[in-house]
């Protein structure tokens, strides 16, 4: 799948993302769409197929949803950026707001570790 086939694959599903995002025109809650494009690599990782993709196409994905982040949150931002939001007490306390379940959390912070390849505390 080639990088235009990644955007009209997911573009339908990013649209929707940024909608359930929108707080009010023009405004996007960037914390809850960090946590959401996050679950979203976290769950294509885990299983490539299940998000209709193959593992070879992983590099695709990632960097498609890296320029929603680059648009929607900022120049800086990138996939890891978010896990590290993620780990930090501004993002504890963003996903206590949004009321994350434990097991959303453990989820996120299996993949914050891996990919910021350190220990994250604390671990809820």
């Known amino acids: 799948m080639s990088a235009e086939k990644i955007k009209a694959t997911f573009s339908p599903a990013m649209d929707e993302i940024v909608e359930r995002c929108s707080v009010a025109e023009g405004y996007i809650d960037k914390e809850q769409f960090q946590v959401m494009l996050a679950t979203i690599w976290g769950n294509a990782v885990l299983d490539p197929s299940r998000s209709g993709i193959t593992e070879e196409q992983l590099p ?65």
């Open 60 to 124: 695709e994905l990632h960097d498609f949803l890296n320029t929603y982040l680059f648009e929607i949150v900022g120049e800086k931002s990138n996939l890891t950026n978010c896990f590290e939001f993620i780990v930090s007490k501004a993002g504890q306390d963003s996903m206590d707001r949004q009321r994350i379940t434990p097991n959303h959390r453990q989820f996120l912070h299996h993949f914050a570790k891996l990919i910021l390849q350190r220990i994250i505390l604390p671990e809820i």
